[in-house]
């Protein structure tokens, strides 16, 4: 836990209310001893002092909806394909520059109160969309 945790990034339109407190985690995830991801997560006080220790050693979010389940009203992902910057890079272990993809997940309770705000950068090479387009219900809607 960092000392002086950033505050919660700026919120878009549509994004959900804010929480009166967070806590924060901020971490590089492996696989394979290689990391692939920077994890920086706001999660709402109350729910993260009800399994500190499970947030601080698993990834946040399968917890998070694990403990949250029933009172999830929605949750959504984002992703822009960026590049990585001197710190990524470094952090990431691989050319300044290289692509990534920047993943921005957030969870609302029932009453449209953000309880978790994850921001992820990717490793481009460990990134794989797969997409059903029939099945998502967006296509029609969309092509129009």
Known sequence: K???????????EGDGRP???YDYLLSVQYRSGEPFAIA???IER???ERCPKQFRSQTALPVLLRLEQGNVGRAKVGLVIGSAGPETS??????LNSPT???RYIVENREGIIIYLGELIYRGDCVRFD????????LERDAL
């Not at 470094?90 to 050319?95: K, T």
């Not at 997409?131 to 967006?138: A, C, E, F, P, V």
């Open 2 to 12: 960092l000392k002086d945790p950033p505050d919660l990034p700026s919120l878009l």
């Open 19 to 21: 929480a009166q407190d």
């Open 40 to 42: 920086s997560v706001h």
């Open 46 to 48: 109350s729910v993260f």
């Open 90 to 95: 470094e952090r990431l272990r691989v050319p």
């Open 101 to 103: 993809a920047e993943a």
């Open 131 to 138: 997409i059903d387009l029939l099945r998502s219900g967006k």
